[in-house]
């Protein structure tokens, strides 16, 4: 191979440090979200020869969070879900297009999680009730009711992200991954017997695609994405507050260096 073919290949992956940074964002999205469908999914089995609980099923879920946010959230912030993202965006974290970019890859992610779990998990495990992992409110609750859980839930989950988003907040990110995942468990803790406590188009999409069933994710697509939007909206209006550095003073200084102890 000549010299000139080999500086051709070569400028092919030369990319601009903002590119790079999208593709690996888009990856973190991807990856994360695979492994909270994978792993959330894979924890609802229950079958006769598989027996579960609903405490471990929520709690399954959390770890799922608290694991793909561990692995992705220095990368992405790891939102592993639309309505995350749509909150981010009305939030000012992330601009339109790296909004499109997270959602595309969020929902490919949940598509490969899932279609994993196909390709992974005995056939008897995947065909109970409507489908595995599929999001559908009880039979004795509503649409109109699933809606405003979901709505309501949504809400509770994206004032957490705000809250860990507002400037305030900034230096204490250590525990994220705990906090949200606690935070999942405990939503889907109360809400998981009437809907199935989604909060996400993501994680409700991939499965009711993969089962071809369709009759109530509207529910789990539209309520999800407008109390996020609401709900960023008002906490950014109401509660969010910048930080506004004191300066120091020149005697202040002299103070700070007096409590100083020198050896």
């Not at 799922?64 to 639309?82: D, K, T, Y």
């Not at 890859?105 to 999680?113: E, K, R």
């Not at 993501?202 to 709900?231: C, D, G, K, M, Q």
């Not at 506004?244 to 020198?262: C, F, G, M, Y």
């Amino acid at each position: 191979m000549s010299r000139e073919c080999v500086d051709r290949c070569l400028k092919v992956f030369k990319m601009k440090p903002s590119t790079l940074d999208k593709i690996c964002c888009f990856l973190g999205e991807l990856l994360g979200t695979a492994i909270l469908v994978f792993l959330g999914c894979m924890g609802c089995v229950k079958t006769e020869s598989f027996p579960n609980s609903h405490l471990q099923i929520i709690l399954n879920f959390g770890f799922a969070v608290l694991i793909a946010i561990q692995c992705f959230g220095c990368v992405s912030g790891a939102h592993l879900n639309p309505a995350v993202t749509v909150a981010a965006y009305v939030y000012e974290m992330v601009s339109l297009p790296l909004a499109f970019l997270y959602v595309v890859a969020q929902l490919l992610g949940a598509f490969i999680g899932y279609g994993l779990l196909k390709v992974l998990l005995p056939e008897t495990t995947l065909s109970a009730g409507v489908g595995l992992c599929v999001t559908v409110p009880h039979a004795e609750v509503t649409s109109a009711q699933a809606f405003g859980i979901e709505f309501v839930i949504t809400a509770i989950l994206v004032l957490v992200c705000c809250g860990v988003w507002d400037p305030r907040n900034s230096k204490f990110h250590d525990s994220v991954a705990i906090r949200f995942g606690l935070a999942i468990a405990c939503l889907a803790c109360a809400a998981g017997p009437f809907t199935g406590a989604s909060m996400n188009p993501a994680r409700s999409f991939a499965p009711a695609l993969w089962n071809t069933h369709f009759e109530y994710n509207w529910i789990y697509w539209l309520a999800p994405l407008s109390s996020a939007a609401v709900t960023a909206i008002a906490y950014k209006a109401v509660f969010r507050r910048e930080v506004v550095e004191a300066e120091i003073t020149s005697n202040e200084k002299l103070r700070e260096l007096n409590d100083v102890q020198l050896s």
